[in-house]
Structure formats: structure tokens, C-alpha cells
């Protein structure tokens, strides 16, 4: 015997020619790649938190929790998350959102997406689900995937249309964006959350409160969430710190009725989908020193200042209309009405502008021409350039439309 144990070049997997020079030609490509979701610094597709907000001292702190939080958690470690954490959100949430729970109500998951996830798998398959038009994106599709019956409800300036609700077609779960409507921007009255809470107890069915971006109201308090004013306790209340900390974080959380709160577990159980355990110490770090409170100080204020730089600067073009900046990380711009959208965000792509159409958002009703414009994570040079390009491209549009003959 030479040697007891092979070399790992011995073992490793043998790269083939062909493989090795297209490995070669990916590195040297100057070509950027195709931009399919969000991403910060990407006008106007930065609907995201700006990770350059966060200060280096706070990055590191949400890196490494101590040794000693560490074995505490591990050696106590529950399917519904930190108890530590869920401790803290308890009272983060309380205070911010008025919402009266108790830790053991909450919890942790990866974010929003998984939040839905595991409620579409608890409602089954065939659940009758409404859902406000347009509506957020991936809502659409994992209610879709998990086999669910999708009903499209309008929307208006005071949110989900209430009264499109109809007892002939009973629902087992309604899902809304109250705080900051996706993608419309709108926020829901309170007459309208008492009413929908009126609504889902007359059906019998619970409430998906998604209140993503209520951290980032600009010209006054945000109002109480839906879950807050819920005194049947059929709401189950959806957030995540994606949206402002950063967007690849992965940790959010659930407020469950106590009637679904086993159910939710054994799901979690079942898949194994528990968030890590390094995230979930930092994190309560974070809200329990105040660092996350002050970050949201310091960010929306941030915020607030791009976005009305930008409006200010879309302003010069008094025919435009913008409609859902009063919070939130994103606006949405209405295009003159012979505009097509997706032909004026082809174009715009061109000038490295990336702009979704509201159209995108939607499946029965339809709507006026939109586009959605994210500032959040945005300099102010990248600002100022890209609101000259964007008023030099409607312009272009308008021009166009003027010069078509009529008749």
C-alpha cells in the first residue's frame, strides 16, 4: 500500500474541454446580466431596502451573535423560533403596531413569501382564496402552486373593495397589503378594515395581513394594523425585516390566531423550513439594544429624502400623475393614455431604466397605464440622471402620440 487515503484531485469530478472554455468565456463576458427581480442601485426596480444604510458596527453585529446566546439557543431551541426574539417582536409590534399578543402568537420565518407559503399549505387544496386586483406577484403564485382557488377583488383609492366580496362565493381566506397596497400604493381607510373584518367573520374565513413596508410612512402615523382592531382573532399577521434591513436577510415572522397556532407548527415540523438559528440571535440583538429602531429613524428619513427629490424632479412635467408615495419604497407613475406600457418599458430598458408595468400585476380587472418607480435604494446622482432620462422618454412618447393623424 502506497497511500491510505486518495488525493482529492483523484476524486474531483474531471472538467471536460468544452466545459473549462465556456467557464472561461462567462468569466471574460462584459455583458451584465438580464435583471429578473429587485435590486438596489437599479433604477427604478430599487424597491428594496439600501444595504448601504446599515453601519459596518451594525453588519457585524448581525453577524455574530455571542458564543454564549448561541448554546443558550440551541440547547432551548423551539419549531416557533427564539423565544428571545419572538419576545422582542412582541414588543417591537405592540409599541409600532398596536397589535396585543403574546410571544408564544409569533412565529419566525424566513419572510413574507414564507409566511404565505405555509398558510396556502394550512388552508389545502381547493381553499377559496380573495385576493386584492392587481395584487402582489408571488402571493398569486403560491396560492397558485398550492392548489388554491384564486377570486380577483378590486381595488380603489381606500384599498380592497369590501363590497365585491360575494356571499355566493364563500372564501376561506382574504389576502390584503392595507399599509402600502402592491402595487398601487394606496392604504386601506379604516372603514374599510372594519368592514373586511365585519366580512371575513360573516364567511367565516381569516384574514392575511401583509404589512410589508408600514415602517415607512413620510406624512403621517400609519394606521393601526388590521390585526390590531381584530377582536375575533381571525387575522394572521404577516411581516418580515427584508424590507428594511436587507433584502437577502431572510427572517420574518407570523402573528397566528391560537385556533390555527398548532396546525402552523406542525407544518413547520413537517417541512423543516425553521429559519437558522445565527439570524434569529442577531437579530433579537438588534431590536433589544434599540440599534433597529434608530436604523428605522435613520432610513426613513433617508428615504423620504429621495423620494422627494425624485418627485420633485418628475414634477417639471406637470401632466404627470403619481399616486402612492405617501409611504412605502415605491411609487407608481401614470402614463398619458395612449401610451402602451410594455412597449414604454421596452424602451426604457434601452436607456438602462427598469420599469415594471402595473398591467403585470393584474388579472381581471383592468387598469390605466402605469409604471412602478422604486427610489429606495437609489443615490441622488442616480436619481436626478435617471428622472431627466425618464421625462425625456415621455416626452418622446407624447410627441409621438401628437403627431398621429386623426382620423
Known amino acids: ?25 462567462h468569466r ?66 405592540q409599541i409600532y403596531r398596536g397589535i396585543d399578543c403574546s410571544p408564544q402568537d409569533i412565529v419566525i420565518t424566513h419572510g413574507i413569501r414564507h409566511c404565505l407559503d405555509l398558510i396556502s399549505r394550512l388552508l389545502g387544496k381547493e381553499a377559496v382564496v380573495a385576493m386584492e386586483d392587481p395584487g402582489y406577484y408571488w402571493a398569486r403564485r403560491i396560492f397558485n402552486c398550492s392548489g388554491n382557488t384564486i377570486i380577483d377583488i378590486p381595488v380603489d383609492d381606500a384599498g380592497l373593495i369590501v363590497e365585491a366580496l360575494s356571499p355566493a362565493s364563500p372564501v376561506q381566506a382574504i389576502y390584503v397589503t392595507p399599509s402600502h397596497q402592491a402595487p398601487l400604493g394606496v392604504c386601506m381607510s379604516m372603514a374599510r378594515r372594519k368592514a373586511l373584518l365585519a366580512s371575513a367573520t360573516a364567511a367565516n374565513a381569516i384574514i392575511i395581513e401583509d404589512d410589508y413596508d408600514s415602517e415607512y410612512n413620510y406624512g403621517s402615523a400609519p394606521l393601526p394594523a388590521i390585526k390590531s382592531i381584530d377582536t375575533n382573532d381571525r387575522v394572521i399577521f404577516c411581516g418580515s425585516f427584508n424590507k428594511t434591513l436587507f433584502s437577502n436577510f431572510r427572517l420574518g415572522f407570523m402573528v397566528i390566531p391560537k385556533h390555527l397556532q398548532k396546525k402552523v407548527i406542525n407544518l413547520i415540523e413537517d417541512t423543516g423550513q425553521t429559519p437558522g438559528i445565527l439570524g434569529q440571535l442577531a437579530l433579537n440583538q438588534f431590536l433589544c439594544t434599540g440599534k433597529y429602531v434608530r436604523h428605522l429613524r435613520i432610513s426613513r428619513q433617508t428615504y423620504q429624502h429621495r423620494r422627494d427629490l425624485l418627485i420633485s424632479k418628475l414634477r417639471e412635467n406637470p401632466d404627470l400623475q403619481i399616486s402612492g408615495e405617501q409611504s412605502g419604497l415605491h411609487f407608481v407613475l401614470w402614463l398619458p393614455a395612449d401610451i402602451d406600457e410594455r412597449e414604454f418599458c421596452a424602451r426604457a430598458a434601452l436607456f438602462n431604466l ?16 402605469g409604471v412602478l418607480i422604486g427610489y429606495a435604494a437609489l443615490t441622488d446622482t442616480q436619481i436626478n440622471q435617471a428622472a431627466a432620462c425618464l421625462l425625456d422618454l415621455v416626452k418622446s412618447f407624447t410627441q409621438c402620440i401628437e403627431r398621429v393623424p386623426i382620423g
Open 354 to 369: 427598469c420599469l415594471q408595468p402595473v398591467s403585470a400585476f393584474t388579472s381581471s380587472h383592468a387598469v390605466k397605464p
Open 1 to 25: 500500500m502506497v497511500c491510505a487515503t486518495l488525493p482529492d484531485n483523484l476524486i474531483a469530478a474531471a472538467r471536460t474541454k468544452e466545459l473549462q472554455v465556456e467557464l472561461d468565456t
Open 28 to 93: 471574460s463576458s462584459d455583458s451584465p446580466a438580464p435583471i429578473t427581480y429587485l435590486q438596489p442601485y437599479v433604477p427604478f426596480i430599487a424597491r428594496l431596502a439600501d444595504p448601504g444604510l446599515l453601519e459596518e458596527k451594525d453588519v457585524k453585529s448581525l453577524c455574530t451573535p455571542s458564543a454564549k446566546d448561541l448554546a443558550t439557543a440551541v440547547s432551548a431551541s423551539s419549531l416557533g423560533g427564539d423565544e428571545n426574539l419572538r419576545k422582542s417582536i412582541c414588543d417591537h409590534i
